[in-house]
C-alpha cells in the first residue's frame, strides 16, 4: 500500500525556536497533503490542506503565520513551527492523499512528536 | 457541515468474541467512508474503505464493514478478535466532489484480553 513518512519522529526543542517537520509520499505523488494534531486520547484535528504550488488552506482557529506550511514538490510537504511555545507540544500527523480513478484515499505518515520546553 | 459519531468510547473484549462498532455520518449526500486503525505506538493505517457498489466492504485483518445508507452507519464488525486487535479505531468521511477533507470520529479504544 502506500506509504508517507514523516521526519522527524520525535523533537524536543526550546520555547521560542522554530521546528521543520517533512511529510514525504514515497511511492506515489501527493498534489494535495493534510496536516493534523492528534492531542492524547483525542481524535485528530485538520489544521490546514497543503497543495503542491499553491498556498495552504488553515482551517479557523489555526494560525497560518505560526504554522507555515510549504509543499514544494508532489512528495514532500514540510511544517514548520515558528517560535514555538509549550502549548504546541502535541503529535503532528501528516496524510497524503492518493487519487486512483476518480476515488480519493489518505494515507497517513507515522507522526511528529514535539515537546517544547 | 459532516460530522461522525463513534458512540462506542471504550470496548471491552475478550479473545474469540465478535465485535461490532458503530459508526453514523451526517452528511445525506453521496460520501466515501473509512476506518482508520491506531495500534499502540503506532501511525494510522487504513482498514477498508467504501467508496460505491457493494455496501459489505471487506478489510484487511479479517475486518469488514457494512455501509447502510437509509441508517447512515458504517459499522465494523469483526466475527472473532484476537489481543492483536487491541487499538483505537477510526471512523471518517469524506464528503465527494468538495472539501476534500476527511471528517473522523472520536475513536474507539478496543482492549480484547486474553
Known amino acids: 500500500g502506500a506509504v508517507v513518512s514523516q521526519h522527524p519522529s520525535r523533537v524536543i526543542c526550546k520555547s521560542g525556536t522554530s521546528v521543520k517537520i517533512e511529510c514525504r509520499s514515497l511511492d506515489f505523488q501527493a498534489t494535495t497533503m493534510f496536516w493534523y494534531r492528534q492531542f492524547p486520547k483525542q481524535s485528530l484535528m485538520l489544521m490546514a490542506t497543503?497543495?503542491?504550488?499553491?498556498?495552504?488552506?488553515?482551517e479557523q482557529g489555526v494560525e497560518k503565520d505560526k504554522f507555515l506550511i510549504n509543499h514544494a514538490s508532489l512528495t514532500l510537504s514540510t511544517l514548520t513551527v515558528t517560535s514555538a511555545h509549550p502549548e504546541d507540544s502535541s503529535f503532528y500527523i501528516c496524510s497524503a492523499r492518493e487519487q486512483r480513478g476518480g476515488k480519493e484515499t489518505q494515507y497517513f505518515g507515522p507522526g511528529t512528536r514535539l515537546l517544547v520546553l | 457541515a459532516q460530522s461522525v459519531s463513534q458512540h462506542n468510547h471504550h470496548v471491552i473484549l475478550s479473545e474469540a468474541a465478535s465485535l461490532e462498532l458503530g459508526c453514523n455520518y451526517s452528511y445525506g449526500g453521496t460520501v466515501n467512508l473509512f476506518w482508520y486503525v491506531q495500534y499502540p505506538g503506532q501511525h494510522l493505517q487504513l482498514l477498508l474503505k467504501y467508496f460505491s457498489g457493494d455496501p459489505l466492504v471487506k478489510g484487511i485483518k479479517g475486518f469488514e464493514a457494512e455501509f447502510i445508507k437509509s441508517k447512515f452507519s458504517f459499522n465494523l464488525r469483526k466475527p472473532s478478535v484476537q489481543w492483536s486487535d487491541t487499538a483505537e479505531y477510526f471512523c471518517?468521511?469524506?464528503?465527494?466532489?468538495?472539501?476534500?477533507?476527511?471528517?473522523f470520529g472520536t475513536g474507539t479504544q478496543l482492549k480484547v484480553e486474553l
Open positions: 471518517a468521511s469524506l464528503k465527494t466532489g468538495g472539501g476534500n477533507k476527511l471528517t
Open positions: 497543503s497543495n503542491e504550488g499553491s498556498k495552504a488552506t488553515y
